[in-house]
């Protein structure tokens, strides 16, 4: 839950007051985009990356953002101080705004809103052990920005979590995997990195995780064909809210013998060094 002050349509507001209208697109039709960033060493990490994404998936909605760079980053900055906290979960909110027929919109007057709370990082044990990945035939619609419309992964998670143990949903459709539900996944073929290429959002720790892993390993962004998981020796999946988590199971099959492999300890490793040079 949020509490505490968010940012809505260009003021500092108590959350419990940020009122969205009923005839507001994002309700009416989920059309909306958002960004999830966080703060590391009191900083917003990969802002100018995260930014872009943002704006990029503002302007494939045809949905003028009404704040600049400079001004998110700042309302951005007076929200965690404002909230009082330490190390900060940002999540930025963009929708069509309000409409007269359900349908059409004012590019000039989307619904705008941020809210910060406390990062929760996940547990440490999930690092040490590895998460459990369960698969769906699906892929997103526009899938390389980052839409508010999650309809599948909620209610897969919903239904499925009532009979299997699972941390994530894996897509996978006509036989190629996609991403996970809230992340990019990633597969060691024997010391070779593989990740999903085409319709997919390209995370913005994917793409780091990729620079990073070019360094010392082969890395092949392309088609990921459903049965190559089964050659799969070691998996993660990636995201600014696990950075990366190994995986070690899918659809009841064990990864590399079920435990984190060596390959995905040394990335995590670089990972960690980068943000703390960060």
Avoid: W
């Amino acid at each position: 839950m949020i509490s505490g002050f968010c940012y809505f349509n260009g003021k500092i507001v108590p959350a419990d007051r940020a009122l969205i209208h009923p005839d507001d697109l994002g309700v009416l039709r989920g059309y909306g985009v958002f960004d999830v960033m966080k703060t590391v060493n009191g900083k917003i990490f990969l802002f100018d990356e995260h930014f872009k994404r943002l704006s990029d998936s503002a302007d494939c909605l045809g949905v003028k953002l009404p704040a600049g760079k400079k001004e998110i980053e700042e309302a951005i900055k007076k929200l965690i101080s404002k909230n009082k906290i330490k190390q900060a979960s940002i999540r930025i909110i963009l929708t069509g705004g309000r409409s007269a027929d359900a349908m059409r919109f004012d590019s000039k007057t989307p619904t705008f809103y941020i809210l910060v709370s406390e990062f929760r990082p996940l547990k440490e044990e999930l690092f040490k052990n590895g998460i459990k990945l369960a698969t769906i035939n699906f892929g997103r619609d526009m899938a390389e920005i980052k839409t508010t419309n999650y309809i599948a992964a909620v209610k897969a998670t919903n239904e499925r979590q009532k009979k299997e143990n699972f941390f994530e949903i894996l897509y996978v459709l006509n036989g190629v995997a996609l991403e996970a539900s809230t992340s990019n996944f990633f597969a060691f073929i024997g010391n070779k990195l593989v990740t999903p290429k085409d319709n997919i959002l390209k995370g913005i720790t994917r793409n780091l995780v990729i620079k990073l892993a070019k360094k010392e390993f082969e890395v092949e962004e392309r088609e990921f064909k459903k049965e190559e998981l089964n050659l799969a020796t070691e998996s993660f999946i990636t995201a600014t809210n696990k950075d990366i988590a190994p995986v070690v199971q899918i659809d009841g099959k064990k990864i590399g013998g079920g435990k984190p492999g060596e390959n995905t300890k040394r990335l995590i490793e670089m990972f960690e060094e980068f943000v703390r040079n960060y």
